[in-house]
């Protein structure tokens, strides 16, 4: 089994920067895609960003430029979210499939999810 914990959300002001964190316990395999998705009120869950064990990465095109994903090769990852706009606030998860050198970027092939972290930026 496998535990995912996120952290580093809060509030901040539009124009700010946020740095998510997650990391993972447990039965880990060495090879891992993880992605972070994110989820505002009366909205579904959406992708922000992933990366593949290789470190290829997609980003949501509402984040590009503004927001970088990185990992430690499954053991975490880090999401540095910089220019932060209202529209980004959501709850913020993050997700692991393990197991394959692939990127992956639909929410139905993820494994293992995290509890969330909450980010609200105000205008």
């Known amino acids: 089994q496998v535990q995912l914990v996120e952290s580093g959300g809060g509030w901040v002001q539009a124009g700010g920067s946020l740095k998510l964190h997650c990391a993972a316990s447990?039965?880990?395999?060495?090879?891992?895609?993880i992605g972070w998705f994110r989820q505002a009120p009366g909205k579904e869950r959406e992708l922000v960003a992933a990366?593949?064990?290789?470190?290829?990465t997609d980003y949501a095109d509402s984040v590009k430029g503004r927001f970088t994903i990185s990992s430690d090769k499954a053991k975490s990852t880090s999401l540095q979210m910089n220019s932060l706009k209202p529209e980004d606030t959501a709850m913020y998860y993050c997700?692991?499939?393990?197991?394959?050198?692939?990127?992956?970027?639909?929410?139905?092939?993820?494994?293992?999810w995290g509890q969330g972290t909450q980010v609200t930026v105000s205008s």
């Open positions: 997700a692991l499939r393990p197991s394959t050198i692939h990127l992956i970027t639909s929410e139905d092939r993820y494994d293992y």
């Open positions: 990366i593949s064990y290789e470190g290829q």
């Open positions: 447990g039965s880990i395999a060495s090879i891992n895609s």
